[in-house]
């Protein structure tokens, strides 16, 4: 079982910069790929961002290619989300999700075995 706690949300206007955080605890965190994940009110839960076990694998929505950056510190037991040149359509509540018995997770909400509570981020105009 692994528990995780997302920090870091808030409001910013439009063209900001937000970091967010994951932290992990339980299992070995480096043995899980991990993911971000947003969900806007009305809207399915959609992907984000995605990183491999070791941090090395990457990969984005086209939503935030290029804006966004997922990174990890397996020492730290964390995975970040650092989300530059915010939009409005950016606005949703982020969760963190780890998936075991894999290298990455992918983009399938599904696949993943354990999810935090979320934080909210709210971008105005």
């Known amino acids: 079982q692994v528990q995780l706690v997302e920090s870091g949300g808030g409001l910013v206007q439009a063209g900001g910069s937000l970091r967010l955080s994951c932290v992990a605890s339980?299992?070995?965190?480096?043995?899980?790929?991990m993911g971000w994940f947003r969900q806007a009110p009305g809207k399915e839960r959609e992907f984000v961002a995605a990183?491999?076990?070791?941090?090395?694998?990457?990969g984005y929505a086209d939503s935030v290619k290029g804006r966004f950056t997922i990174s990890r510190d397996n020492v730290r037991e964390a995975v970040y989300l650092q989300m530059n040149t915010l939009k409005p359509e950016d606005t949703a509540d982020y969760f963190c999700?780890?998936?075991?018995?894999?290298?990455?997770?992918?983009?399938?909400?599904?696949?993943?075995?354990?999810w935090g509570q979320g934080t909210q981020v709210t971008v105005s105009s």
């Open positions: 999700a780890a998936r075991g018995l894999t290298y990455y997770g992918g983009d399938r909400a599904s696949e993943y075995d354990y």
């Open positions: 339980g299992r070995t965190f480096s043995s899980y790929a």
């Open positions: 990183i491999s076990r070791s941090g090395i694998n990457t």
